[in-house]
């Protein structure tokens, strides 16, 4: 049996509500200013927290960064988590997802902070090892159950679970100036499903 966890102490209250206001005040500024042009003076000062209390919860400005693409990241995830626990059907869970990650990509933070500059300032492995770990991560567990289920006929369910997630990555990157993001989401999506459905196979019977 565990053993109850203590109550936190108003030190430990204290530090995460600082931590949180720094990755806040960071999402404004950045998404404002670009990664760049952003001082971690003027970050600390909007978050009314001092210098010293900035480096206590971040190495430096690289670090706020990660932080808070991780946090973005991790937001996505739960967008797509709640839009496709409507949907009964493993491939509409699936599609509900891509949607749900479209929507996310439209969103000025996600776009400018996790799209536009992340790779450039994290380096293109620790973003995928992020995104695998939240958004891309779900794709990749739902293409791999599928699979496992006999409902996605593809060798290297991970291979195809990445190279569909590129293409909804690409569309992602085409919604910023769209004429109609929303018309071009649609496309989006249609081309998406018809790729997906070119590897789906009949579930067999009993299965759901």
Not at 83 to 104: H, I, Q, Y
Not at 166 to 179: F, H, P, R, T
Request: glycine letters at 6%; a neutral charge.
């Amino acid at each position: 049996m565990d053993k109850p966890q203590a109550p936190r102490t108003r030190r430990e209250e204290y530090a995460d509500l600082t931590r949180q206001a720094l990755i806040d005040t960071a999402r404004v500024i950045f998404t404002q200013e670009g990664y760049q042009q952003a001082g971690i003076e003027a970050i600390a000062q909007a978050a009314r927290v001092t210098r010293g209390a900035f480096y206590h919860h971040f190495e430096d400005k690289r670090a706020l960064f990660e932080a808070l693409v991780i946090s973005l990241q991790a937001a996505a995830a739960d967008n797509i988590r709640e839009r496709a626990r409507a949907e009964p059907d493993p491939n509409a869970r699936v599609m509900a997802g891509a949607s749900a990650f479209l929507d996310s990509c439209m969103e000025p933070a996600y776009r400018r902070l996790v799209i536009q500059e992340a790779p450039a300032v994290l380096g293109a492995a620790r973003c995928r090892e992020i995104g695998e770990a939240h958004p891309h991560g779900l794709l990749i567990a739902a293409v791999g159950e599928l699979r496992k289920a006999g409902r996605f006929d593809a060798a290297n369910a991970y291979l195809a679970a990445r190279m569909i997630g590129s293409m909804i990555c690409e569309a992602a990157l085409l919604l910023d100036g769209a004429e109609s993001p929303k018309a071009l989401k649609r496309q989006a999506l249609s081309i998406v499903e018809r790729v997906f459905a070119a590897f789906a196979t009949a579930p067999a019977k009993g299965a759901p």
